[in-house]
């Protein structure tokens, strides 16, 4: 089985950072995408970031996160990151991470999601 984990959340101002981190493990063949989603009370789960390490490595951030988060990924610790500078109030949230996992060679991509870690922003 997968397990991801997330780790770093907690409560900041207005403007400050947060690190964010996640560490799949269990039976790993590969990951090829790693992501971070949100979603708050009432609202629709929405993609923050995620990384693509097939054919080279690509990054995509929502419009209301590009220029402040950061994405990246430890591929040999299957750990993925989400810097988050320059936070506003409108970035709390519940932060989910999740991989597309392939258990063994030639096997589908799975997805996995972590438990999901607060992110509280105060004005």
């Known amino acids: 089985q997968v397990q991801l984990v997330e780790s770093g959340g907690g409560l900041v101002q207005a403007g400050g950072s947060l690190r964010l981190s996640c560490a799949a493990s269990g039976t790993i063949f590969s990951i090829n995408v790693m992501g971070w989603y949100r979603q708050g009370p009432g609202k629709q789960r929405e993609l923050v970031a995620f990384i693509n390490s097939v054919g080279g490595e690509s990054t995509n951030y929502a419009d209301s996160v590009k220029g402040r988060f950061t994405i990246s990924r430890d591929n040999a610790e299957n750990t993925v990151y989400l810097q988050m500078n320059s936070l506003k109030p409108e970035d709390t949230d519940v932060y989910y991470c999740?991989?597309?996992?392939?258990?063994?060679?030639?096997?589908?991509?799975?997805?996995?999601w972590g438990q999901g870690t607060q992110v509280t922003v105060s004005s």
């Open positions: 999740y991989g597309d996992v392939k258990l063994r060679d030639g096997g589908p991509n799975l997805s996995y």
